[in-house]
Protein backbone atom coordinates (compact mmCIF):
# COMPACT_ATOMS: atom_id res chain seq x y z
CA UNK A 1 0.00 0.00 0.00
CA UNK A 2 3.01 2.19 0.66
CA UNK A 3 4.58 1.20 -2.00
CA UNK A 4 1.49 2.16 -4.33
CA UNK A 5 1.17 5.42 -2.73
CA UNK A 6 4.88 6.24 -3.52
CA UNK A 7 4.71 5.43 -6.98
CA UNK A 8 1.31 7.56 -7.16
CA UNK A 9 2.96 10.37 -5.50
CA UNK A 10 6.07 10.65 -7.68
CA UNK A 11 4.33 9.92 -11.06
CA UNK A 12 1.99 13.44 -10.01
CA UNK A 13 5.12 15.58 -9.41
CA UNK A 14 6.72 13.98 -12.78
CA UNK A 15 3.23 15.68 -13.71
CA UNK A 16 3.58 19.04 -12.07
CA UNK A 17 6.62 19.61 -13.34
CA UNK A 18 6.12 18.68 -16.70
CA UNK A 19 2.77 20.98 -16.74
CA UNK A 20 5.50 23.80 -15.09
CA UNK A 21 8.12 23.39 -17.96
CA UNK A 22 8.03 26.07 -20.70
CA UNK A 23 9.30 25.26 -23.90
CA UNK A 24 12.27 27.48 -24.63
CA UNK A 25 11.49 29.46 -28.56
CA UNK A 26 14.41 30.27 -30.90
CA UNK A 27 13.67 33.45 -32.51
CA UNK A 28 14.61 33.79 -36.20
CA UNK A 29 17.84 36.22 -37.00
CA UNK A 30 16.75 35.95 -40.47
CA UNK A 31 17.06 40.08 -41.82
CA UNK A 32 17.72 39.65 -45.86
CA UNK A 33 16.46 41.82 -48.08
CA UNK A 34 14.63 38.58 -50.48
CA UNK A 35 13.39 41.14 -53.44
CA UNK A 36 13.20 44.57 -54.99
CA UNK A 37 11.30 45.37 -57.79
CA UNK A 38 10.73 48.88 -59.84
CA UNK A 39 7.61 49.35 -62.43
CA UNK A 40 9.58 49.63 -65.86
CA UNK A 41 13.23 48.49 -64.58
CA UNK A 42 15.04 48.03 -67.54
CA UNK A 43 17.39 44.88 -66.16
CA UNK A 44 16.86 42.17 -63.61
CA UNK A 45 17.70 44.07 -60.20
CA UNK A 46 20.75 42.69 -58.22
CA UNK A 47 20.89 42.03 -54.49
CA UNK A 48 24.36 41.48 -53.56
CA UNK A 49 25.98 39.84 -50.43
CA UNK A 50 26.99 42.82 -49.10
CA UNK A 51 23.82 44.26 -48.26
CA UNK A 52 22.86 46.17 -50.92
CA UNK A 53 20.64 46.36 -54.35
CA UNK A 54 20.62 48.05 -57.30
CA UNK A 55 18.26 48.94 -60.11
CA UNK A 56 18.52 50.34 -63.50
CA UNK A 57 15.24 52.37 -64.81
CA UNK A 58 14.95 54.60 -67.75
CA UNK A 59 15.79 57.99 -67.57
CA UNK A 60 12.59 59.15 -68.34
CA UNK A 61 10.93 57.74 -65.20
CA UNK A 62 10.67 60.44 -61.77
CA UNK A 63 13.17 59.39 -59.27
CA UNK A 64 12.02 62.01 -56.89
CA UNK A 65 8.69 60.06 -55.72
CA UNK A 66 8.96 56.20 -57.11
CA UNK A 67 7.79 53.71 -55.64
CA UNK A 68 9.47 49.96 -55.16
CA UNK A 69 7.97 46.55 -53.90
CA UNK A 70 10.12 44.19 -51.83
CA UNK A 71 10.01 41.19 -49.88
CA UNK A 72 12.43 40.23 -46.67
CA UNK A 73 13.15 37.36 -45.20
CA UNK A 74 9.97 35.75 -42.46
CA UNK A 75 9.17 37.47 -39.24
CA UNK A 76 11.57 40.29 -39.79
CA UNK A 77 10.04 43.63 -40.48
CA UNK A 78 11.91 47.11 -42.43
CA UNK A 79 12.05 50.72 -42.06
CA UNK A 80 13.35 53.58 -44.08
CA UNK A 81 14.04 56.64 -41.79
CA UNK A 82 12.56 55.00 -38.58
CA UNK A 83 9.38 54.83 -40.58
CA UNK A 84 7.95 51.26 -41.20
CA UNK A 85 7.44 49.81 -44.56
CA UNK A 86 5.64 47.02 -45.48
CA UNK A 87 6.27 45.50 -49.20
CA UNK A 88 6.21 48.87 -50.81
CA UNK A 89 8.67 51.81 -50.38
CA UNK A 90 7.75 55.41 -51.86
CA UNK A 91 11.02 57.78 -51.41
CA UNK A 92 13.27 60.04 -53.47
CA UNK A 93 15.65 57.74 -55.07
CA UNK A 94 17.59 60.72 -56.67
CA UNK A 95 20.27 59.21 -53.82
CA UNK A 96 21.17 55.75 -52.21
CA UNK A 97 18.75 55.61 -49.59
CA UNK A 98 19.05 53.06 -46.86
CA UNK A 99 16.78 50.39 -45.64
CA UNK A 100 17.01 48.79 -41.98
CA UNK A 101 15.60 45.12 -41.93
CA UNK A 102 14.91 43.83 -37.94
CA UNK A 103 15.11 39.53 -37.71
CA UNK A 104 12.65 38.46 -35.26
CA UNK A 105 15.89 38.16 -32.53
CA UNK A 106 16.34 41.69 -32.91
CA UNK A 107 18.94 41.87 -34.96
CA UNK A 108 19.67 44.22 -37.91
CA UNK A 109 21.04 44.64 -41.30
CA UNK A 110 21.21 47.40 -42.95
CA UNK A 111 20.82 47.42 -46.82
CA UNK A 112 21.75 50.17 -49.45
CA UNK A 113 19.28 50.37 -52.39
CA UNK A 114 20.59 52.37 -55.40
CA UNK A 115 18.46 53.20 -57.96
CA UNK A 116 20.21 54.33 -61.29
CA UNK A 117 18.75 55.55 -65.01
CA UNK A 118 19.89 54.09 -68.06
CA UNK A 119 21.88 57.21 -68.55
CA UNK A 120 23.80 56.99 -65.70
CA UNK A 121 24.35 53.07 -65.96
CA UNK A 122 26.12 53.41 -69.41
CA UNK A 123 28.38 56.10 -68.17
CA UNK A 124 26.47 58.93 -69.86
CA UNK A 125 26.07 61.37 -66.95
CA UNK A 126 22.92 62.41 -64.80
CA UNK A 127 20.31 64.59 -66.70
CA UNK A 128 19.98 63.93 -70.55
CA UNK A 129 18.88 67.33 -71.96
CA UNK A 130 18.20 66.49 -75.84
CA UNK A 131 17.81 63.12 -77.75
CA UNK A 132 16.49 61.58 -80.41
CA UNK A 133 16.82 58.02 -81.77
CA UNK A 134 16.39 56.65 -85.18
CA UNK A 135 15.63 53.28 -84.16
CA UNK A 136 13.22 50.41 -85.73
CA UNK A 137 11.15 48.02 -84.54
CA UNK A 138 13.26 44.94 -85.83
CA UNK A 139 16.91 44.45 -85.94
CA UNK A 140 19.06 45.91 -88.40
CA UNK A 141 22.51 45.56 -86.28
CA UNK A 142 25.48 43.47 -88.18
CA UNK A 143 28.51 42.36 -86.30
CA UNK A 144 31.07 42.21 -88.78
CA UNK A 145 32.64 39.45 -87.08
CA UNK A 146 29.82 36.91 -88.85
CA UNK A 147 30.20 38.44 -92.41
CA UNK A 148 32.74 35.34 -93.15
CA UNK A 149 36.04 35.29 -94.94
CA UNK A 150 37.44 38.79 -94.24
CA UNK A 151 35.19 39.31 -91.09
CA UNK A 152 38.62 41.36 -89.74
CA UNK A 153 38.25 43.81 -92.19
CA UNK A 154 34.78 43.98 -93.10
CA UNK A 155 33.31 47.10 -91.36
CA UNK A 156 32.31 48.47 -94.71
CA UNK A 157 30.24 45.57 -95.98
CA UNK A 158 28.74 45.64 -92.31
CA UNK A 159 27.88 49.32 -92.19
CA UNK A 160 26.22 49.79 -95.42
CA UNK A 161 24.79 46.81 -94.55
CA UNK A 162 23.49 48.15 -91.88
CA UNK A 163 22.19 51.35 -93.63
CA UNK A 164 19.95 49.46 -96.06
CA UNK A 165 18.43 47.37 -93.81
CA UNK A 166 17.54 50.63 -91.78
CA UNK A 167 16.54 52.44 -94.86
CA UNK A 168 14.59 49.20 -96.35
CA UNK A 169 12.74 46.75 -93.97
CA UNK A 170 12.44 44.06 -96.97
CA UNK A 171 16.44 44.43 -97.39
CA UNK A 172 17.33 40.95 -96.55
CA UNK A 173 21.56 40.90 -97.81
CA UNK A 174 24.15 40.19 -95.95
CA UNK A 175 27.54 41.87 -95.23
CA UNK A 176 29.23 38.90 -96.53
CA UNK A 177 26.66 39.52 -99.84
CA UNK A 178 28.62 43.16 -100.08
CA UNK A 179 31.98 41.85 -99.71
CA UNK A 180 31.36 39.51 -102.57
CA UNK A 181 29.97 42.39 -104.59
CA UNK A 182 32.88 44.62 -104.50
CA UNK A 183 36.86 43.23 -103.60
CA UNK A 184 35.31 39.71 -103.18
CA UNK A 185 38.80 39.04 -103.32
CA UNK A 186 40.10 41.14 -99.82
CA UNK A 187 41.36 44.15 -98.98
CA UNK A 188 39.70 47.06 -97.30
CA UNK A 189 36.30 48.46 -98.71
CA UNK A 190 36.36 52.23 -99.83
CA UNK A 191 33.68 55.09 -99.16
CA UNK A 192 33.43 55.00 -102.98
CA UNK A 193 32.64 50.81 -102.65
CA UNK A 194 29.63 51.89 -100.00
CA UNK A 195 28.14 54.65 -102.26
CA UNK A 196 28.44 52.42 -105.26
CA UNK A 197 26.56 49.21 -103.04
CA UNK A 198 24.02 51.72 -102.19
CA UNK A 199 23.04 53.17 -105.62
CA UNK A 200 22.74 49.13 -106.31
CA UNK A 201 19.27 49.17 -104.10
CA UNK A 202 17.92 52.69 -105.33
CA UNK A 203 18.85 54.10 -101.59
CA UNK A 204 19.33 58.24 -101.98
CA UNK A 205 22.33 59.41 -100.10
CA UNK A 206 24.33 62.33 -99.71
CA UNK A 207 28.02 63.40 -98.81
CA UNK A 208 28.30 66.48 -96.44
CA UNK A 209 31.35 67.88 -95.24
CA UNK A 210 31.96 67.91 -90.78
CA UNK A 211 33.43 71.34 -90.46
CA UNK A 212 31.08 72.35 -86.84
CA UNK A 213 31.79 69.27 -84.25
CA UNK A 214 28.58 67.91 -84.04
CA UNK A 215 25.72 70.20 -86.03
CA UNK A 216 26.08 68.88 -89.43
CA UNK A 217 25.63 65.36 -87.86
CA UNK A 218 22.67 66.50 -85.46
CA UNK A 219 20.73 68.31 -88.43
CA UNK A 220 20.43 64.71 -90.46
CA UNK A 221 19.64 63.24 -87.50
CA UNK A 222 16.90 65.58 -86.43
CA UNK A 223 15.94 65.31 -89.79
CA UNK A 224 15.34 61.27 -89.80
CA UNK A 225 18.73 60.58 -91.50
CA UNK A 226 21.19 57.87 -90.27
CA UNK A 227 24.84 58.47 -91.28
CA UNK A 228 28.26 56.27 -92.28
CA UNK A 229 31.13 57.58 -91.10
CA UNK A 230 34.98 56.62 -91.92
CA UNK A 231 37.34 57.10 -89.22
CA UNK A 232 40.17 56.38 -87.37
CA UNK A 233 39.09 54.55 -84.50
CA UNK A 234 42.21 55.10 -82.64
CA UNK A 235 41.11 58.51 -82.03
CA UNK A 236 38.12 57.47 -80.04
CA UNK A 237 38.74 57.32 -76.30
CA UNK A 238 38.83 53.78 -75.02
CA UNK A 239 36.47 52.26 -72.01
CA UNK A 240 36.88 49.05 -70.38
CA UNK A 241 34.34 49.68 -68.35
CA UNK A 242 32.03 45.93 -68.75
CA UNK A 243 28.78 47.49 -68.14
CA UNK A 244 29.07 50.68 -69.56
CA UNK A 245 28.44 51.99 -73.03
CA UNK A 246 30.18 54.82 -73.58
CA UNK A 247 33.26 55.08 -75.42
CA UNK A 248 35.26 51.92 -77.66
CA UNK A 249 34.79 48.85 -75.75
CA UNK A 250 37.95 47.60 -77.97
CA UNK A 251 41.75 48.22 -78.50
CA UNK A 252 43.39 50.15 -80.97
CA UNK A 253 47.12 49.67 -81.39
CA UNK A 254 48.33 52.35 -83.68
CA UNK A 255 46.65 55.42 -85.50
CA UNK A 256 46.00 54.78 -89.06
CA UNK A 257 42.93 52.41 -87.96
CA UNK A 258 40.39 53.21 -90.89
CA UNK A 259 36.80 52.26 -89.54
CA UNK A 260 33.01 52.31 -90.70
CA UNK A 261 30.36 52.91 -88.12
CA UNK A 262 27.24 53.89 -88.37
CA UNK A 263 25.47 57.31 -86.57
CA UNK A 264 21.80 56.65 -85.72
CA UNK A 265 21.00 59.36 -83.11
CA UNK A 266 22.87 61.15 -79.97
CA UNK A 267 22.01 62.84 -76.63
CA UNK A 268 23.06 65.79 -74.93
CA UNK A 269 23.65 64.80 -71.44
CA UNK A 270 24.46 67.05 -69.03
CA UNK A 271 27.31 69.19 -70.83
CA UNK A 272 28.35 66.49 -72.97
CA UNK A 273 27.04 66.05 -76.68
CA UNK A 274 27.29 62.28 -77.58
CA UNK A 275 26.27 60.51 -80.84
CA UNK A 276 24.72 57.08 -80.76
CA UNK A 277 25.93 54.30 -83.20
CA UNK A 278 26.00 51.10 -84.85
CA UNK A 279 29.42 49.99 -84.67
CA UNK A 280 30.07 46.63 -86.33
CA UNK A 281 32.82 45.76 -84.77
CA UNK A 282 31.39 43.67 -81.91
CA UNK A 283 33.18 40.41 -82.93
CA UNK A 284 30.83 38.48 -80.70
CA UNK A 285 31.19 40.53 -77.22
CA UNK A 286 28.44 40.99 -75.56
CA UNK A 287 27.33 42.60 -72.30
CA UNK A 288 26.88 40.23 -69.58
CA UNK A 289 23.48 41.67 -68.11
CA UNK A 290 21.59 41.14 -71.21
CA UNK A 291 23.61 39.50 -73.54
CA UNK A 292 22.98 42.56 -76.13
CA UNK A 293 26.25 43.11 -78.68
CA UNK A 294 28.80 45.56 -77.55
CA UNK A 295 28.77 47.78 -80.61
CA UNK A 296 25.11 48.34 -80.37
CA UNK A 297 23.65 51.27 -79.29
CA UNK A 298 27.13 52.73 -78.30
CA UNK A 299 28.08 56.25 -77.38
CA UNK A 300 30.81 58.18 -79.05
CA UNK A 301 31.60 61.58 -77.78
CA UNK A 302 31.67 64.43 -80.18
CA UNK A 303 34.60 66.00 -79.60
CA UNK A 304 36.12 62.12 -80.42
CA UNK A 305 33.94 61.98 -83.80
CA UNK A 306 35.28 65.10 -84.70
CA UNK A 307 38.83 64.16 -83.76
CA UNK A 308 38.60 60.35 -85.41
CA UNK A 309 36.96 62.36 -88.97
CA UNK A 310 38.84 65.10 -88.96
CA UNK A 311 42.52 62.68 -89.45
CA UNK A 312 41.29 60.38 -91.74
CA UNK A 313 37.71 61.64 -93.39
CA UNK A 314 36.07 64.59 -92.41
CA UNK A 315 32.65 63.73 -94.20
CA UNK A 316 30.05 61.33 -93.65
CA UNK A 317 27.84 59.64 -96.03
CA UNK A 318 23.96 60.43 -95.36
CA UNK A 319 21.61 57.69 -95.99
CA UNK A 320 17.60 58.43 -96.81
CA UNK A 321 14.71 56.31 -95.88
CA UNK A 322 13.67 54.17 -98.68
CA UNK A 323 11.82 56.12 -101.32
CA UNK A 324 12.57 59.72 -100.26
CA UNK A 325 15.78 61.88 -100.48
CA UNK A 326 18.10 63.23 -98.46
CA UNK A 327 16.80 66.28 -97.13
CA UNK A 328 18.23 69.29 -98.61
CA UNK A 329 21.67 67.89 -98.60
CA UNK A 330 23.94 67.77 -101.42
CA UNK A 331 27.60 68.33 -102.32
CA UNK A 332 26.45 71.80 -103.62
CA UNK A 333 24.78 72.76 -100.61
CA UNK A 334 28.06 73.06 -99.04
CA UNK A 335 29.92 74.38 -101.85
CA UNK A 336 32.18 71.53 -102.52
CA UNK A 337 33.04 72.17 -106.14
CA UNK A 338 35.97 69.65 -106.13
CA UNK A 339 35.14 65.81 -106.06
CA UNK A 340 34.87 63.89 -102.95
CA UNK A 341 38.44 61.71 -101.68
CA UNK A 342 38.11 58.00 -101.22
CA UNK A 343 38.75 56.92 -98.23
CA UNK A 344 38.96 53.28 -96.82
CA UNK A 345 38.33 51.14 -93.61
CA UNK A 346 38.55 47.77 -92.13
Known amino acids: ?128 NAERSLNRNYNWYVDQGTSGTYSDINCGPAAVT ?35 YLNMYGIEWAYIPLPDNYQSLKRCIDAGEV ?11 YNDNDVQHVGKFYKVGAPDSGHFIVVKGYKQVDKEFYFEVYDPWSIGATYAIDKQLKGQNRYYSSNDLEK ?24 KTYGLSSPIPAQKGK
Not at 42 to 67: C, E, F, K, Q
Request: glycine share 6%.
Open 1 to 128: MKQTYLILLSLFISILGMSCHKEHVVLSGDNKLLSLSVANELYPNTISDNSSANVVIPHTLNRTNLTASFSISDQASATVNNAPQIGTITADFTKPITMAIKAANGNISNWTINVQTDAEYFGLGESV
Open 162 to 196: MALKWSDSTFNRTAEDARNTFRASGGWWYTTDVVN
Open 227 to 237: AILCLDNYYLT
Open 308 to 331: ATGVWWDYAIVVAPKGKVVNNLNV
